[in-house]
């Protein structure tokens, strides 16, 4: 029951957080920011702002695919947040830029992440198999393959909480460049608070995992 109570906290929390971020990036979508630049030339001032010159800002498909891509330096921004010059638009692409600064000053949460992206990639193939098959094969007391399962999926989980001090800080950065920018007030606390329902998008992910992990071991701990 602890768990069921648990799993439904984290779904309804999950999902309150999601529709608070869509419903507040959709309304500052439509306000514009007071420096009025596009997203695409804020990174890139943001960029230059920072003494990083070999870093490129493109436009990427989509929406929500903003990110930054450490393999070939470049900012990408949706196709929205490229050519508004809304408070969203300023608030998504100063943290993706925030993300690029992190790179360049060898921020260390960051480059401990990139060196788990390659393991948890590894992981994400075979975890789903594993945690399948090691609960048929628990049923013959079998428990090897869930056990691997489980190791895999704590791997994941201990990602998903090195990603929190990232995006924090990528979004710090992000406010505190902005600030210098002399944006009005009411524009950067949107900003900051676009940026907070975004970042809850990651606690409460980070969150789930951990639930589900815990529930897997306790699992597995019951039928040894």
Do not use: C
């Amino acid at each position: 029951m602890s768990y069921s109570f648990l799993f439904i906290v984290v779904m309804v929390g999950g999902a309150i957080v999601q529709m608070m971020l869509k419903s507040k990036m959709n309304k500052y979508s439509n306000q514009r920011n007071s420096l009025g630049l596009t997203g695409k030339e804020i990174a890139e001032q943001m960029l230059r702002d920072n003494g990083i010159t070999d870093v490129q800002v493109i436009s990427t498909p989509g929406q929500l695919t903003d990110h930054y891509n450490p393999t070939n330096k470049t900012v990408n921004l949706s196709e929205l947040v490229y050519a508004s010059n809304s408070i969203t638009a300023a608030a998504v692409s100063a943290h993706e830029v925030g993300h690029a600064v992190q790179h360049a000053t060898a921020y260390s949460m960051l480059g401990f992440r990139s060196k788990m992206v390659p393991i948890v990639s590894f992981a994400s193939k075979f975890m789903p198999f594993l945690l399948m098959g090691g609960f048929v094969l628990l049923r013959s007391n079998i428990t090897m393959p869930l056990m691997i399962g489980i190791v895999l999926y704590g791997l994941t989980t201990v990602f998903a909480f090195v990603t929190l001090p990232v995006e924090f800080d990528a979004s710090k950065r992000a406010l505190a460049w902005l600030d210098t920018q002399r944006i009005d007030d009411e524009g950067y606390e949107k900003a900051k608070d676009g940026l907070k329902w975004a970042a809850m998008t990651y606690v409460t992910a980070a969150i789930g995992s951990l639930v589900n992990l815990l529930y897997y071991i306790s699992i597995l701990n019951n039928r040894r």
